[in-house]
């Protein structure tokens, strides 16, 4: 009840309470939806010759370039966990989980949990039960995820048995579903309880859900597939993959979620991609914003040793934001968590507490139609 009260209190005073703090805080956005994409750099996204011209080119018109955001750590999984918990990289997460299993360790005062392994225990927390303690909703739409479903039926939640074999490291023709790209799945405060059947679910749920802003989640993480992310080129299915297929994923997916009720009241959608290329003679393992490396390894840019997972760049959207704005400020994965938890008044995960980690703000929610009022007296 706390939680939620001050949830509250934060919605009421972004428009009524008269100070100069007050004034300064950035707008309060009510639904924040998250597409990650995968494996790309900034330059090979956004430079010259981009093969993602409606993300390069039209959406960032549209809204905000991010051009010093930075992943975490290589590969894949690591990233995606830092997004919803602020967990460090451990060598095992950044080799992307191919056996299923248990983390074995416990948490630190730091909050971050020292050990191996990849299903985090009970008491590690991802924003999804943050967001449920405060009373706010969430929804995970992972696409591909009822691939195996018998006909008529679905398969919420779905995951490999822990302890065994990931059968989703690699795509199928007509399951190009990923695991590891579905962050929730590892933590058992998610998947040991009823919550995870009602809101890890397919994409294909996302359409309905947009109709009305009182169905569509205050927190929305959208992962495509193998093919539609850009992880693979070419596709098992034919399709060119790469980035190709993710701005062909987007060209379809934003406008929709744009018209939404629940986008145009104080919505934000980010595009971002998980890592920089992690191996060969693009590879790029720096980082920005003092990032940890943490207490289970040394170097979190794994393959090609490094501080982090390389520049990515990002987009955001929003009636917030002034269209055709580019922020220089670093941000990283961490930074994006520590912006959803103090948008909705809660407490920070992990590295989202790092002291000096900035998070977006004014400087990104500049639409003159969304600053804070102050009351005249």
């Known amino acids: ?10 919605v009421v005073g972004c428009w009524l309470v008269p100070s100069s703090a007050a004034a ?14 995968e ?3 900034y330059g090979t996204t956004f430079g010259q010759g981009s093969k993602a011209p409606y993300l390069a080119k039209k959406l960032t018109k549209k809204g905000e370039l991010l051009p010093n955001y930075y992943g975490i750590g290589h590969l894949s999984l690591d990233n995606y966990i830092a997004m919803v ?20 360790g416990a948490a630190t005062s730091s909050g971050q949990y020292l050990g191996l392994g990849c299903v985090y225990p009970p008491g590690a927390e991802t924003i999804a039960n943050q967001l449920e303690g405060a009373g706010y909703t969430w929804h995970e739409y992972a696409q591909d995820m009822n691939a195996k479903a018998p006909k008529g039926q679905e398969t919420p939640c779905r995951h490999p048995s822990v302890g065994s074999l990931d059968d989703t490291q690699s795509a199928e023709v007509g399951d190009q579903y990923a695991t590891r790209h579905n962050p929730f799945m590892y933590f058992h405060s998610i998947i040991d309880f009823p919550t995870c059947q009602r809101n890890v679910v397919d994409l294909t749920h996302l359409r309905k859900d947009l109709r009305h802003e009182s169905s569509t989640p205050n927190y929305s993480l959208i992962t495509p597939n193998l093919c539609k992310d850009g992880h693979d080129a070419p596709c ?11 701005d062909r994923f987007l060209k379809r997916r934003i406008p929709l979620i744009r018209r939404s009720p629940a986008y145009r ?17 693009n590879a790029d393992s720096t980082a ?3 990032e940890p490396a943490g207490p289970n390894t040394p170097s979190p840019g794994g393959p090609t040793p490094g501080p982090g997972g390389g520049k990515v760049g990002a987009v955001l959207l929003s009636p917030c934001i002034e269209p055709g704005t580019v922020n220089k400020t670093p941000y990283n994965h961490y930074s994006l968590l520590r912006s959803i938890e103090d948008n909705f008044g809660l407490p920070h995960l992990g590295y989202a507490g790092q002291q000096g980690l900035v998070p977006f703000g004014r400087k990104t929610l500049n639409h003159a139609s969304c600053i804070p009022r102050r009351r005249h007296r």
């Open 1 to 10: 009840m706390r939680r939620l009260a001050v949830a509250l209190a934060l």
């Open 24 to 37: 300064a805080k950035p707008p309060k956005l009510n639904h924040v939806f998250i597409i990650v994409l």
């Open 39 to 41: 494996n790309e750099g």
């Open 85 to 104: 918990s602020g967990q460090a990289p451990n060598p095992v997460t950044q080799a992307d989980c191919p056996v299923f299993s248990n983390f074995t």
């Open 236 to 246: 098992v299915n034919g399709q060119p993959g790469g980035l190709v297929s993710a």
């Open 265 to 281: 009241n104080r919505g934000l959608i980010i595009i971002a991609f998980d890592e920089a290329e992690a191996t060969g003679s």
């Open 288 to 290: 920005c914003c003092n």
